[in-house]
């Protein structure tokens, strides 16, 4: 009886030392959104002390990553040139719980309140992606190891797709997303602080880009499509669900908007084929979801 007890013990010790302990990210103030998302990696929404007016979107155990998984990273860009996600978040925080770091420009929405601070510069993604990279670097961060900065995916609604084009010459993006987004062709309907990047702005493009447009009553539609038909030396992708400027950001998990933005970042920054089948074909999947309506260049397939 005395050898099975010691048996058991030894069994439980090895056990308890081959489990993986959590790691958790570091953060000044969190909020669990929607149950932390329906993916396979709770979330946790955060403000990290290290980098002032970013919002971060983090796996709650950062463990599973590390040598043979690691995280992709999404900075992203608020419509309005808001300085928080307040609008987004339900989208960003949905797209994190399958296995992204997202990094969102401005102050964490502690509330449901609207943001009514100042305005947020392109340069603030650019911060994302440096803290993102030195943080993969940094022994004493429980990101040490854990982010793949080879997968880094720049997008932004509205302003913040402005400022996204405004960084699409960064050479660590692999690919940008446009929401609800483009270049304007008569820069009187801008608003002011926006970034103004002319149409020349498009050839600074040099990988897979996304146009994901809310239909012909959504006010950034023509510019746009028109970005979109200007682009032949990059694969390109529209699609368009008719719901306006606002998009789904709002609705539960970020609402059908999420379902081409994550099977992109899918495919794009982590190698899925089968989210790459909602792009792929003739027809494509997405065009086979209802309400959807797509085009996509001749580099897509």
Excluded at 81 to 106: Q, R
Excluded at 157 to 167: E, H, K
Aim: glycine share 10%; hydrophobic share 40%; charged share 20%.
């Amino acid at each position: 009886m005395k050898q099975l007890s010691i048996l058991l013990a030894a069994c439980a010790f090895v056990l308890a030392a081959c489990t993986p302990k959590e790691v958790a990210p570091v953060a000044s103030q969190s909020r669990v959104v929607e149950d932390g998302g329906t993916g396979p990696y709770k979330v946790l929404m955060l403000e990290d002390p290290s980098l002032e007016a970013h919002t971060i979107f983090a796996p709650q155990n950062l463990a599973p990553f590390g040598k043979k998984v690691k995280l992709p990273v999404l900075v992203w860009g608020n419509g309005a040139c808001t300085n928080s996600p307040w609008e987004h978040y339900l989208f960003l925080n949905e797209i994190a719980s399958h296995g992204f770091l997202v990094i969102a420009t401005g102050y964490i929405p502690m509330t449901d309140e609207r943001y009514r601070g100042p305005q947020s510069t392109s340069a603030q993604q650019i911060e994302s992606i440096d803290w993102a990279i030195a943080q993969n670097a940094d022994k004493d961060s429980p990101y040490y190891g854990r982010i793949d900065v080879d997968a880094i995916a720049a997008a932004g609604m509205s302003c913040g797709g402005l400022q996204t084009l405004d960084n699409s010459a960064d050479p660590r993006l692999k690919t940008i997303m446009i929401c609800n987004s483009g270049l304007f062709s008569n820069p009187a309907g801008a608003v002011p602080g926006m970034p103004m990047p002319d149409k020349e702005k498009l050839q600074d493009i040099k990988v897979p880009v996304i146009y994901i447009l809310g239909g012909e009553t959504d006010i950034a539609y023509g510019n746009g499509m028109d970005d979109f038909h200007r682009l032949d030396k990059v694969p390109a992708f529209a699609a368009n669900y008719p719901v306006g400027h606002g998009g789904t950001y709002s609705k539960p998990h970020g609402g059908e908007f999420t379902v081409p933005a994550l099977a992109w970042l899918q495919w794009q920054l982590q190698g899925d084929q089968e989210a790459a089948k909602l792009f792929q074909g003739d027809p494509c999947g997405l065009s086979q979801r209802e309400g959807w309506t797509v085009e996509k260049n001749a580099l897509i397939d």
